[in-house]
């Protein structure tokens, strides 16, 4: 009978993955326990095995930890390894846990599976996948978080692209924002508020037309109401008007 005695030995693609290539098997998690040639088959089944989501959570979030002491070569190997598995895993949750742990490992073959969970079904994914990219800081992270902003149907998502593009500068990112500021939906502009105090330190307020007129040159009134937050209430416009 099988247990969940069973997880450790598990060891993401890397079976297929470094047998087909002749490369050094590598364990992602208890080095010396796992078999790479039977694991990740006894994962997947996890109604026969009765893997447990404990274990499963355990060992990743030991993955992740332990991303930053690896050799670049063990970096690559596991994240070409999860990114493979996220295209494969079925249960959401498991997936958002492997996201997670890519984006510990900096290297650019994390790239693929952080691309494609972009994508994902789950939106908290897609949510994960957008923070992921904005620690990313190049070109493309910017292409990807613009294109999610724009072809997103969930709030929540283009809420989490536009916040995570706040993070880079540039004249591309002002205008994101500033179009962001002018959206129907409210949790898109107060993510262009928030975006835009990271970008510029500036703060006029919650009031997404003082912002607009800031980035129209004009100076705003940013009147305290009781409803801001500690950031409005010491804003110079409110101190000393």
Excluded at 205 to 231: F, H, L, M, S
Aim: with cysteine.
């Amino acid at each position: 009978m099988h247990h969940g005695l069973l997880w450790p030995r598990f060891s993401f693609v890397i079976i297929g993955l470094l047998c087909a290539t002749g490369c050094q098997q590598l364990a992602p998690f208890n080095w010396n326990s796992i078999n790479p040639t039977t694991s990740y088959s006894e994962w997947q089944d996890d109604d026969k095995y009765m893997t447990t989501w404990n274990d499963k959570h355990r060992d990743l979030v030991d993955l992740r930890e332990n991303a930053a002491g690896m050799s670049r070569n063990k970096q690559v190997l596991h994240a070409t390894a999860l990114s493979s598995q996220i295209k494969q895993e079925r249960v959401p949750v498991v997936r958002r846990e492997m996201v997670r742990t890519l984006v510990a490992f900096p290297v650019v073959e994390a790239e693929v599976g952080l691309e494609s969970a972009l994508t994902d079904e789950d939106a908290d994914i897609r949510v994960i996948a957008c923070q992921a990219w904005s620690k990313r800081q190049t070109d493309r992270a910017f292409k990807l978080l613009l294109e999610t902003w724009r072809s997103d149907t969930e709030v929540d998502v283009r809420v989490a692209a536009i916040q995570a593009m706040g993070n880079f500068k540039g004249e591309q990112v002002y205008a994101v924002l500033v179009k962001a500021l002018s959206d129907r939906d409210p949790a898109i502009q107060f993510a262009a508020i928030q975006g835009f105090r990271k970008f510029s330190g500036e703060d006029w307020g919650e009031d997404p037309r003082a912002w607009i007129a800031w980035t129209q040159g004009e100076r705003p009134e940013v009147i305290y109401d009781g409803k801001e937050n500690i950031a409005d209430m010491l804003n110079p416009a409110n101190l000393f008007r």
